[in-house]
């Protein structure tokens, strides 16, 4: 098996491209198991593959279209869907919301994984295989994952216990994905 064909759907960047997704399942059962520094530990790693991806495909000239839907359907998972459930189990863990708190919360952060993935597919319209832009237009989804892991930290320390204020912060961040900013490609 070739690892460096561009036709073979587990060359190097897609192989590195499912270790992602791996990293980013497997955070997920730590999440539900209040495990939430490891899951934050693999999610690191899931961004670390998620550049190495690219830089693998660009180098060794691998970039297809199934690895540019691939890559896409990793971030949603690992930066989409991943964090908004550490950021959700995390406040009711710690902050022990429950009630209409709970459901508001709930609410944002389906709305927060729709603009995610509403995000990951204009980007996928608008970009051709191995095409990369000298900058993003609006946050990308794995610095949206940053930005809700750095709301995880005050919450996990007490710093902010309530929900409401959560569920403002991750609207902003939701908003921020689909907005017209502009941030430099990596």
Request: charged share 10%.
């Amino acid at each position: 098996m070739d690892f460096l064909d561009q036709h073979n759907r587990f060359n190097a960047a897609n192989l590195i491209t499912f270790g992602n997704i791996a990293c980013g399942v497997v955070a997920m059962y730590l999440i539900q198991q209040h495990h939430f520094v490891p899951a934050i530990i693999l999610a690191w790693i899931a961004g670390g593959l998620d550049i190495a991806d690219g830089k693998v495909a660009r180098h060794y000239k691998l970039s297809t279209e199934f690895g540019v839907q691939l890559d896409s359907f990793a971030d949603f998972l690992s930066f989409v869907i991943m964090p908004a459930f550490l950021l959700f189990y995390a406040v009711e863990f710690y902050a022990g919301i429950h009630g209409i708190e709970k459901v508001t919360l709930g609410g944002v952060f389906i709305l927060y994984i729709i603009a995610g993935l509403r995000r990951l597919v204009e980007f996928n319209l608008k970009v051709d295989a191995g095409e990369v832009a000298s900058y993003f237009e609006g946050v990308p989804t794995p610095l949206g994952a940053i930005l809700l892991w750095l709301i995880y930290l005050p919450v996990a320390y007490g710093m902010i216990g309530s929900g409401y204020v959560v569920a403002v912060l991750v609207a902003l961040i939701a908003w921020s994905l689909n907005s017209q900013i502009k941030i430099p490609h990596p």
